[in-house]
């Protein structure tokens, strides 16, 4: 599954590809905001998603403004789809 992620002040989202499923990514995501509790002294929660390869993102959850899930499909390709 594919997983776009918007980071408030930054102009490009953010694209992994990951095989963990949907409702564990929006239950860690979840479980990041309920604990921060958005005093100046605490520190932010951090969100982290492994890609397919293994590599890791970690990303402070409270700046993160959206998460966008896509399955895997097929891409179309050639002029097939013109009416």
């Avoid at 990514?25 to 982290?48: C, M, N, T, W």
């Avoid at 492994?50 to 970690?58: D, E, K, P």
């Amino acid at each position: 599954m594919e997983v776009k992620i918007g980071i408030q002040s930054v102009p490009r989202e953010l694209i992994i590809e990951t095989d963990e499923p949907q409702a564990e990514i929006e239950k860690r995501l979840e479980d990041a905001l309920a604990a921060y509790v958005g005093g100046q002294h605490q520190p932010s929660p951090i969100f982290a998603l492994t890609s397919a390869r293994g590599s890791r993102v970690l990303i402070p959850a409270d700046k993160i403004a959206f998460l966008e899930f896509t399955t895997d499909q097929a891409r179309k390709v050639g002029f097939g789809n013109i009416v």
